[in-house]
């Protein structure tokens, strides 16, 4: 059982910046972190997917470039450093994971990871 906890969380302006982090516990044998998001009355959403402790990074076209996911192994920790933040950021963020065989080369969908934190609530306002 993996445990996956969020934090860093909160109310920016837009244009600001905000830093989430994972501390995962437990079974930690996953090969695929991410993050995934649900704003209020809409479906959830892939944000950013890390592969194989780093190797690769995928992110949705709604935060490329603006979002980084990186992951620190010793640590167990799973970071989102979001930059350039936007009213549609608007948030609850969720860190999550997953054993996967094979590569999938993309951004995973919510659906696909096992385990998934309470989440983090972000805001940003106009």
């Known amino acids: 059982q993996v445990q996956l906890v969020e934090s860093g969380g909160g109310s920016v302006q837009a244009g600001g910046s905000l830093r989430l982090s994972c501390a995962a516990s437990?079974?930690?044998?996953?090969?695929?972190m991410g993050w995934f998001r649900q704003a209020p009355g809409k479906e959830r959403e892939g944000v950013a997917s890390i592969y194989s402790g780093g190797r690769s990074a995928f992110y949705a076209d709604s935060v490329k470039g603006r979002f980084t996911i990186s992951q620190d192994n010793a640590k167990n920790m799973v970071y989102l450093q979001m930059n350039s933040l936007k009213p549609e950021d608007t948030a609850m963020y969720y860190c999550?994971?997953?054993?996967?065989?094979?590569?999938?080369?993309?951004?995973?969908?919510?659906?696909?990871?096992?385990?998934w934190g309470q989440g983090t609530q972000v805001t940003v306002s106009s």
């Open positions: 437990g079974y930690t044998a996953s090969n695929y």
């Open positions: 999550a994971a997953t054993q996967i065989r094979g590569y999938m080369g993309r951004v995973l969908t919510p659906i696909e990871y096992a385990y």
